[in-house]
């Protein structure tokens, strides 16, 4: 299934900036369990079901560039056709941060879009949240340029009811210091 998608760049202040909010999402997380400094396995907390975000602002360093993406990215997909070989799991440095929209026939509304740096340095993921709960999971985790980031993909899920299934995602954010 093929989408097409306008890309917007938005540059995001991290000082005096209003949170996201989601009509879907009514509250953060309040407690997340501690990550050891010196662990870099963000997918292993995820795999676990335990999530990880401190909240630290520092605009000191920033650098305004690289908030610009170039969508250069490649897309991370893998419950799509075509895309069975990418790893479940993905994790690195944020890159960019912004929004894309969706076709219209998929509701034409904004979306997240993430470029990350995969931890071998070399493979640059372009994430999008088209799926409704991996777009929740990012507005949730709030990440921002220079932080660590895991997201796994758990697979397709049946909602409570047993009538509907939907992709599962996990999302944990590790700030830049």
Same mark, same amino acid.
């Given at each position: 299934?093929?989408?097409?998608a306008r890309k917007t760049t938005t540059a995001r202040?991290?000082?005096?900036?209003?949170?996201?909010? !989601?009509?879907?999402?009514?509250?953060?997380?309040?407690?997340?369990?501690?990550?050891?400094?010196?662990?870099?396995?963000?997918?292993?907390?995820?795999?676990? @079901?335990?999530?990880?975000?401190?909240?630290?602002?520092?605009? @000191?360093?920033?650098?305004l560039l690289s908030m610009i993406g170039e969508d250069?990215?490649?897309?991370?997909?893998?419950?799509?056709?075509?895309?069975?070989?990418?790893?479940? #799991?993905?994790?690195?440095?944020?890159?960019?941060?912004?929004?894309?929209?969706?076709?219209?026939?998929?509701?034409?509304? @904004?979306?997240?879009?993430? @470029?990350?740096?995969?931890?071998? #340095?070399?493979?640059?993921?372009?994430?999008?949240?088209?799926?409704?709960?991996? !777009? !929740?999971?990012?507005?949730?985790?709030?990440?921002?340029?220079?932080?660590?980031?895991?997201?796994?993909?758990?697979?397709?899920?049946?909602?409570?009811?047993g009538d509907n299934d939907y992709h599962d995602f996990?999302?944990?954010?590790?700030?830049?210091?």
């Amino acid at each position: 299934m093929a989408t097409t998608a306008r890309k917007t760049t938005t540059a995001r202040k991290t000082t005096a900036a209003k949170p996201r909010t !989601n009509s879907r999402a009514t509250t953060k997380a309040a407690v997340a369990p501690e990550v050891d400094d010196d662990d870099d396995d963000l997918l292993g907390g995820l795999q676990a @079901e335990s999530k990880a975000e401190s909240n630290q602002d520092d605009d @000191e360093g920033l650098d305004l560039l690289s908030m610009i993406g170039e969508d250069a990215g490649t897309p991370w997909v893998p419950w799509a056709d075509g895309y069975e070989e990418q790893p479940t #799991g993905i994790q690195g440095t944020v890159t960019h941060v912004g929004t894309v929209t969706q076709d219209d026939k998929y509701g034409g509304g @904004e979306v997240a879009y993430l @470029e990350i740096l995969d931890r071998d #340095g070399e493979t640059q993921w372009s994430v999008r949240g088209y799926a409704t709960v991996l !777009n !929740n999971q990012i507005e949730k985790s709030d990440p921002n340029v220079g932080d660590k980031i895991g997201i796994l993909y758990r697979g397709l899920k049946a909602n409570r009811k047993g009538d509907n299934d939907y992709h599962d995602f996990g999302v944990v954010v590790k700030r830049a210091r």
